[in-house]
């Protein structure tokens, strides 16, 4: 089976860095995504690692361990606009998606 | 660029009537997917097709559910006899069919059961 794990809630202020850790245990790993859901929205896709590492996207950046099983995403300059759900996901085989729980980021100002 | 169209994106109805939710892919994904949503929780996979093949059932997908893509375009959900359990946002992805690419969701359709 797959299990994902991430905080329930952080806070933050506008302007400063948060990151959103994930430990992951899977039967199969084919990568680690991180999606973005607002109250009421679809999941918006924001980062995906498939090997260990940074990527980097504008203000989002995703990191990956494969040997720690474990993953964060980094949201940097947060706005008020981040206030939202982010969801790490790992992919099941190459199709579907195991997501955690989420965790809902309020951002201050 | 269109996006995951869902239909419709609330669905209220009786305890033990049957309800069937539409979803339009993105038109040059051939994958599709099926998620279930209840508050607080992410989505959880139902089912998913490669064109019209339907090739992976959750086992959350008891036989009272049942999905179709017939043509490899649109797809369906239908649920019989429903269940106060059973309420939940229903949520469609698609993506294409090159290894790694994200899955696009629509908005979901909201099911109540009463």
């Known amino acids: 089976g797959q299990s994902l794990e991430q905080p329930s809630e952080v806070t933050a202020v506008e302007g400063a860095i948060v990151q959103i850790n994930c430990t992951y245990q899977t039967s199969g790993f084919y990568g680690l995504s991180w999606y973005q859901q607002h109250d009421g929205g679809a999941p918006t896709f924001l980062s995906y690692?498939?090997?260990?590492g940074l990527e980097e996207t504008g203000r989002f950046s995703s990191f990956l361990s494969r040997s720690d099983s474990y993953g964060y995403l980094l949201l940097q300059e947060l706005q008020m606009k981040d206030s939202a759900s982010y969801f790490c996901?790992?992919?099941?085989?190459?199709?579907?998606?195991?997501f955690g729980s989420g965790t809902r980021l309020q951002v201050q100002p | 660029d269109t996006g995951v169209s869902q239909d419709p994106r609330h669905k209220i109805t009786k305890r033990g009537q049957n309800v069937t939710f539409r979803c339009d892919p993105i038109?040059?994904?051939?994958?599709l997917y099926w998620y279930r949503q209840t508050l607080g929780q992410g989505p959880e996979f139902l089912t998913y097709f490669q064109n019209e093949a339907q090739l992976e059932k959750s086992r959350l997908l008891s036989d009272r559910f049942s999905a179709e893509r017939p043509k490899g375009s649109f797809s369906t959900l239908e649920i019989q006899r429903t269940e106060q359990g059973d309420s939940a946002m229903y949520l469609c992805?698609?993506?294409?069919?090159?290894?790694?690419?994200?899955?696009?969701f629509g908005d979901g359709t909201r099911l109540s059961i009463l």
């Open positions: 038109s040059e994904h051939n994958r």
């Open positions: 690692n498939g090997l260990d």
């Open positions: 992805a698609s993506s294409s069919g090159q290894n790694n690419q994200p899955q696009h």
């Open positions: 996901a790992v992919r099941r085989g190459r199709r579907a998606l195991t």
